[in-house]
């Protein structure tokens, strides 16, 4: 319930900003935003009164809009309700009523979160951390392809026109004037995420044609995942403003760079606020060592939440700055497990396994997760890598995507965190976009098989 002092501060922002209307909304398991759009007084009616609901098929969706149904998710579509988390409240910046949006904790009618819940399951795995006494610390970097509007979708993306009216095919890395063919766009960025309270650093080009990396600046993870989850969003908003199309996708164009969401992760102590994976004198804790232990041994079994789709493993692997192993190195962006330089402060494990394509809070989760097992199971990683790691034979990742789906499947220790529920559904909900995928034939097969075999 909300006291009448908090419900007074919210009505004073919603005049402040001239609300009209209020987006709740929560992210399915693609990371796209599901809700509905209120009028403010209906909003803050329901802020008290459980109004708001939506019906727990959402969480059987699939990213082409088909419903899974199991022995969980049931025809009679039961209504979840909504909990607004009003440190998520905002302005969204593009409509022209004056709109404010929310990002939801799902109930059911017993008040238990609902386990299906992306948003919950990171709040679980935060809960395991905060029960040690260990505060984690996230910093997700986002790259991404703008992408030409054409009028068949079906049709290969191609890369978009710059200012200066020329299709952008610069593939120059850390290219300035690349940035500057986009700079309109791009300043729209910068002032839609100071509007929203998204807290954005560097931006560069990327390998790849108009490919781009946005980073979110670093701090507690269920904040960092609410603005990387409004972050995408915004970015397809602005794009499409801009007559172009944003793409997370892992691997939109076959022969080049794909996208990441690299995620880098540290612990701190809750009791003195120091980071536990390095000593006074700057040099690693056994703690460090396990937390890299744990991704090594148990992002294998979470690869569907760091690799949703079959075309995410176009990616991983593919030598073009795309890790194909669990190895970890010392300022070796070749290993899936890169540690940056610095001290004590500064000590962080970047995991370069996720594609950009991933939920934000499955990924921040996911990566976590491994860790946390990692750290409190005082296993112990390989020796730091100091040479190329692509071509190494061990610790490799799954190479495709069903038999990733099956090792998630298939984990004891990851059903009892998450729950028998959330492990069934995710997984019956892929396996159905799986279907979905390879019932279409590719241009590989109508141009090699239809007409030769």
């Not at 909003?43 to 009164?49: D, E, H, M, P, T």
């Not at 809960?127 to 790259?143: D, M, N, T």
């Not at 044609?209 to 603005?227: K, M, R, S, T, W």
Request: hydrophobic residues 40%; glycine residues 6%; charged residues 20%.
């Amino acid at each position: 319930m909300l006291d009448e002092k908090k419900k007074a501060e919210i009505e004073q922002w919603l005049d402040i900003n001239n609300i009209q209307d209020v987006e709740i909304m929560v992210s399915d398991f693609a990371g796209i935003s599901r809700g509905k759009s209120t009028p403010r007084s209906k909003f803050v009616a329901g802020l008290n009164s459980r109004d708001h609901r939506l019906p727990e098929s959402l969480f059987a969706l699939t990213i082409n809009c088909d419903f899974i149904g199991n022995e969980f998710i049931t025809d009679m579509e039961e209504d979840f309700f909504l909990v607004p988390d009003l440190d998520t409240l905002t302005v969204l910046p593009w409509c022209v009523t004056p709109t404010a949006c929310v990002v939801c904790d799902v109930v059911r009618d017993n008040g238990e979160p609902a386990n299906n819940s992306p948003r919950q399951v990171l709040r679980k795995v935060l809960s395991l951390y905060e029960a040690k006494g260990w505060q984690p610390i996230v910093a997700p970097e986002f790259e991404f392809f703008l992408l030409g509007r054409q009028d068949n979708i079906e049709n290969p993306p191609i890369p978009p026109r710059g200012r200066s009216g020329k299709m952008s095919l610069d593939k120059g890395v850390l290219s300035l004037d690349a940035l500057d063919e986009f700079s309109d766009l791009f300043d729209d960025v910068y002032k839609y995420c100071e509007i929203m309270g998204i807290q954005v650093e560097t931006l560069t080009q990327e390998a790849g044609p108009a490919q781009f990396e946005i980073n979110v600046y670093h701090g507690e993870p269920l904040n960092v995942a609410d603005q990387a989850f409004y972050f995408k969003r915004l970015m397809k908003q602005i794009a499409i403003r801009h007559d172009m199309f944003a793409s997370f996708m892992a691997q939109p164009y076959p022969d080049e760079y794909g996208s990441a969401m690299h995620i880098h992760q540290s612990i701190l102590g809750v009791a003195d606020g120091l980071n536990v994976f390095a000593d006074e004198d700057g040099k690693d804790t056994a703690l460090f060592h396990s937390h890299i232990a744990g991704l090594q041994k148990y992002i294998p079994d979470l690869m569907p939440f760091l690799a949703p789709y079959a075309n995410s493993y176009l990616r991983i692997g593919s030598g073009m700055s795309s890790p194909a192993n669990l190895h970890w190195g010392r300022e070796n962006r070749s290993v899936g497990l890169r540690v940056p330089s610095g001290g004590r402060p500064g000590r962080r494990i970047e995991n370069r396994i996720a594609g950009a394509d991933v939920n934000p809070y499955l990924a921040i989760a996911g990566s976590l997760l491994a860790g946390y097992l990692g750290m409190v199971e005082g296993l112990t990683p390989s020796d730091a890598l100091m040479e190329s790691a692509y071509d190494l034979p061990t610790h490799q990742l799954p190479h495709h995507f069903l038999s990733s789906l099956n090792n998630f499947n298939k984990s004891s220790v990851l059903r009892e965190i998450l729950s028998d529920e959330f492990i069934t559904t995710y997984v019956d909900v892929k396996e159905q976009e799986y279907s979905a995928n390879f019932s279409v034939l590719s241009p590989w097969e109508i141009r090699y098989l239809l007409m030769n075999v």
